[in-house]
């Protein structure tokens, strides 16, 4: 049944693990810690974690269990829900103490996940992998645990998405910080992104038409998503949708202007009761 797990990770783990490794002692070539979520119908989705301070030896492995019990009952004080579903290390491989420390989580939840983060970016990649252990030996002899890799992908909520979309522009112009931006400009920036995918796809679509191979299964197999991708989108006559969005951008605009109002309503307070005890 674990063989069957699929875990969703959300980005800000991923920051989590990083955030860790840079913070991590000079003589430390890897990080671990804790994994925090949820479990529904076979699916693990990661929400939170926390770093655990360890040691590791040539033959032994040294962790602060008192340490990773604390935070774990510090973080339940924010959200119950949030339960163990593992543990995460950097590094682009499962080493021999990964089977010592995955018997900790083993008692603190069933069937927990390992997952590995590349922070060394080996071969350009942070090769997000996940794991479950499977115990594997013959009976009456020696029993042995196997690491087997389970499918993982991120997912984001739709405040993480607008985060996401505010780190990527600073990779382009090679700034640190980006400032929010306002509502209509959003909604400029993604219509902009529509139009150019629905230019790529009505060229593959020609492409395809125009080309000899068009009865490919690969290209049959396409078109039926983008078929039924189509059908999927509620139909707007354009007189609906204009009015529609005409009808959103004077809500937006009000609540603008109201914005505008009270601040300067504010700042007119401010400076009339300046002016009366003047």
């Known amino acids: 049944m674990a063989l069957n797990l699929k875990v969703k990770i959300h980005p800000v783990v991923l920051f989590q693990i990083v955030d860790a490794y840079e913070r991590r002692n000079i003589d430390a070539h890897r990080v671990i810690g804790t994994l925090m979520g949820t479990v529904d119908r076979g699916v693990v989705e990661v929400t939170n974690s926390?770093?655990?301070?360890?040691?590791?030896?040539?033959?032994?492995?040294?962790?602060?269990?008192?340490?990773?019990?604390?935070?774990?009952?510090?973080?339940?004080?924010?959200?119950?829900?949030?339960?163990?579903?593992?543990?995460?290390?950097?590094?682009?491989?499962?080493?021999t103490h990964s089977s010592t420390i995955h018997e900790y989580y083993l008692m603190e939840c069933n069937n927990p996940v390992h997952i590995t983060l590349d922070t060394t970016l080996k071969n350009d990649n942070m090769g997000l992998k996940a794991y479950v252990s499977t115990q594997i030996g013959v009976p009456g002899g020696k029993t042995g645990n196997m690491f087997i890799n389970v499918p993982i992908e991120v997912t984001c909520y739709q405040p993480e998405t607008v985060g996401l979309s505010l780190c990527q522009k600073t990779v382009a112009v090679g700034q640190k910080c980006q400032e929010p931006i306002a509502e209509l400009?959003?909604?400029?920036?993604?219509?902009?992104?529509?139009?150019?995918?629905?230019?790529?796809?009505?060229?593959?679509?020609?492409?395809?038409?125009?080309?000899?191979?068009?009865?490919?299964?690969?290209?049959?197999?396409?078109?039926?998503?983008?078929?039924?991708?189509?059908?999927?989108?509620?139909?707007?006559?354009?007189?609906?949708?204009?009015?529609?969005?005409?009808?959103?951008?004077?809500?937006?605009?009000?609540?603008?202007?109201?914005?505008?109002?009270?601040?300067?309503?504010?700042?007119?307070?401010?400076?009339?009761?300046?002016?009366?005890?003047?």
């Not at 935070?71 to 290390?89: D, H, L, P, T």
């Open 50 to 95: 926390f770093g655990v301070p360890h040691k590791e030896y040539e033959d032994t492995v040294e962790a602060d269990i008192v340490y990773a019990a604390d935070m774990f009952k510090m973080n339940q004080k924010v959200n119950r829900s949030e339960q163990i579903v593992g543990w995460w290390a950097t590094g682009n491989e499962v080493t």
């Open 185 to 278: 400009i959003q909604i400029e920036e993604a219509s902009s992104k529509i139009s150019d995918l629905l230019d790529v796809v009505l060229s593959y679509i020609d492409k395809v038409l125009a080309s000899s191979d068009c009865n490919a299964a690969d290209n049959s197999h396409i078109g039926r998503i983008l078929l039924d991708l189509m059908h999927s989108v509620p139909h707007v006559t354009p007189d609906r949708f204009e009015e529609m969005f005409n009808s959103n951008v004077k809500d937006l605009l009000m609540v603008i202007t109201l914005s505008q109002l009270t601040k300067t309503q504010l700042e007119l307070n401010e400076k009339l009761t300046l002016l009366s005890l003047s």
